[in-house]
């Protein structure tokens, strides 16, 4: 049992420190576009940069008391210590995330002051939910479905 232990230790450790680097080079690219018409973006404990550095530096310590609560003799400890670095591991897949979308929606307000994009957006017309009349129902059928499987069908 230790050395599964162990190796789902390494791979936590791996995945974290992968999404670490992504996490803090999304901070630095983020910090880069000025806020409101400004210059130059204020650097502080609350910009995107810092934040993020604060953030993976409090994540490392946490990770290392989960990984020791795995390895201590009670099974709770052992329970605790998954589920803290589960939820550690969530944590920084989430910052991840939300970080790719800030910068890619900073990314294109800038692209949109220089130049208009052909295409509005990933799903374009695609979307079924969009507000634009006639844009996602043209790839809907009207009326009964008639293929194989469904109930109105005849051969």
Do not use: C, H
């Not at 162990?6 to 999304?26: E, K, N, P």
């Amino acid at each position: 049992m230790g050395v599964l232990l162990l190796t789902g230790l390494a791979f936590a450790a791996f995945v974290s420190l992968g999404l670490s680097i992504t996490l803090l080079t999304y901070g630095k690219s983020i910090d880069q576009y000025p806020v409101k018409g400004e210059e130059t973006r204020e650097i502080s404990l609350w910009s995107p940069m810092m934040f993020t550095r604060i953030s993976v530096i409090a994540f490392w310590p946490l990770f290392i008391i989960g990984s020791l609560m795995v390895f201590l003799q009670s099974r709770f400890m052992l329970v605790g210590g998954i589920a803290l670095i589960t939820g550690l591991i969530l944590y920084l897949g989430t910052a991840v995330v939300f970080s790719a979308a800030v910068f890619n929606a900073m990314a294109s307000k800038g692209r949109e002051s220089k130049k208009s994009s052909p295409v509005p957006g990933v799903m374009g017309s695609l979307s079924p939910f969009s507000s634009k009349p006639g844009s996602g129902s043209r790839f809907r059928p009207r009326g009964k479905i008639f293929r194989p499987g469904f109930p109105g069908y005849r051969k």
